[in-house]
């Protein structure tokens, strides 16, 4: 049986075996087209299902996986959401009622009809790349289907994909003909909830900064000066000095070290102080425009013009039966840096936000942009995607489909510069300080990463939210870290310390499960009711609740 025939069989025993109202969803998807953008099912599909989670079990304890998205904000984000820890805060009566549907739904009529053969075969096949090594997107883009062309014009114009994943030993991205095309992957630490691995995907992400910063004055490319320029930005992301390469300051004529001296500097020293004279300075044709005022500078903010590339994947299994990355790609995430917000603009829209919810509680929040060219945050990026579609094929996301994307990514006090990965990007003693691809370094025997305050990051996590998932669901993290009588297991903890994989990485037999479940909803197109994979109906979450109702968390966690 060939991998389309697989396919099949999967896609026709869930549209026969899988619970729910079709009829409800197939008029739903009806509606979902890629150039009637005011037409959605679900108008609040920029708030997450985990924000109508139960707190609180039957016996009154609380579990607060809140704070990790809902704190008090770092410069330059002025989001203060540490109060959605203590109450609910839907203040619009439609935020009350919970639309994410497939939270509650049994796919185990699904699930239950495939071998792991076959969900094998089909997370290895690549639907990416084309058997002749190029991108089938890009192809497929040249001439896009008319029901993908949302403003009508013919044409594609939004974001082409073109990522090769053929990584230099500097992480750099290289097209078939060995062209570097200004991509560079790095490694970083999952944020703490469902983009662990143990929750149902794998993911990469890759950079890119605008051309300039990739070439010497003279105007050509220069991976030296890209190179420098890049730990710069991320100096300015991270707040703090980044190790380099041993650099000769003297070619660039900046002293990237703040030594006083042009030398031989090792790291980028963090120094942004604008009011004592205090400035970061890119090298090369960047560095010239900086000078002539015409590249705009802050601490915590990419230069417009910066890119991200994110591709969400299902979980193989190597020859060891260790998860890794599956070829067959879940979903290709596209962001932009289209526009500059200095901080007081950025502080008046967080205030703003404020404003809006008390003189207008029941307006829903709306997005400017369409399916093929992206959909405006307000505060200077652009985000734009792409998913499975029921034969398992890349396409356009629709406009539904992209708002749900855009809460997370404008409206929590956990993004820098409206971007999760690469404030915790792996650096200074890392392995190749951070500039690599998962699939050259697994994750497994990753040391632990410290919060600001010097506490174990996913240990803190962990002790507040003992499944490790927003829903508290995965029971296989739950008996990793912890007795059946709730006591911490403190060995593990130790172990985890040393190596972020005991946490990050399921069980094959959990791996296998959640890749059946998502299948699921990628076979019925039912990404409008959520995108989640659950191995069983949640009981975790509300279906429906009142604004103001208490979580039952009486601390705030910060």
Known sequence: ?????????????????????????????????????????????????????????????????????????????FINGTDLQLEYGFTAAYLQTNRWKNLFRDFSAHTQSLTDESILAYVRQSNYFAQDGEIILADKLKNPPKKWDANNNGKWDGFVPDVYFNFDQNGFDQTPDGQFNGWRVFAYAPFPGAFMPTNGATDDVMLRLPLVFRQ????????????INLAIVEALIQEKDISIPVTNEQLYQVDLDKNGELSSAQKITYQWAPKQNEYMNFVGKAGELQKQGELKVAAGLFPVGTEFLHTVRYLDLNQQQQVQKS???????????????????????????????????????????????????????????????KQGDLRPQTYEETVFCMGCHSGI?????????????????????????????????????????????????????????????????????????????????????????????????????????????????????????????????????ESGTPTGLQVILR
């Open 327 to 389: 070829a067959r790609i879940k979903e290709v995430r596209y962001s932009k840096k289209v526009s500059w917000n200095n901080y007081a603009q950025l502080q008046n829209a967080a205030l703003s936000e404020i404003k809006e919810k008390h003189d207008f509680p029941e307006r829903l929040r709306t997005f400017k942009g369409d399916s093929e060219t992206g959909l405006y945050t307000g505060m200077g990026w652009k985000y734009q995607a792409f998913i499975e579609d």
């Open 413 to 545: 006090s956990a993004t820098t510069d409206l971007n999760f990965s690469f404030a915790r990007k792996f650096n200074n003693q890392q392995f190749k300080n951070g500039w690599y691809h998962w699939s050259e370094k697994s994750i497994a025997g990753t040391t632990e990463t410290k919060m600001a305050d010097g506490r174990a990051e996913f240990q803190t996590y962990l002790t507040n939210n003992p499944w490790g998932d927003e829903f508290r669901t995965n029971q296989e993290v739950f008996n990793k870290f912890y007795n059946p009588d709730t006591t911490a297991k403190p060995a593990m903890f130790d172990a985890l310390k040393h190596d972020l994989g005991i946490l990050m990485l399921p069980s094959a037999e959990r791996a296998l499960a959640l890749n059946k479940a998502y299948q699921a909803i990628v076979a019925e197109q039912s990404y409008i009711w959520g995108r989640t994979p659950l191995l069983a109906p949640t009981k975790n979450v509300h279906e429906f609740v």
């Open 216 to 227: 010497n004055n003279q105007g050509q490319l220069d991976l030296q000066v890209y190179q």
């Open 1 to 77: 049986m060939n991998t389309q025939q697989i396919l099949m069989l999967m896609i026709v025993a869930c549209l026969t075996g899988c619970s729910g109202k079709q009829s409800e969803l197939e008029q739903a998807l009806a509606k979902q087209t890629y150039t009637r953008t005011n037409v959605m099912y679900n108008e609040a599909a920029y708030v997450p299902a985990q924000c109508y989670t139960k707190t609180q079990d039957e016996q009154g304890n609380a579990y607060n996986s809140c704070y990790a998205c809902h704190a008090n904000g770092k410069r330059p984000n």
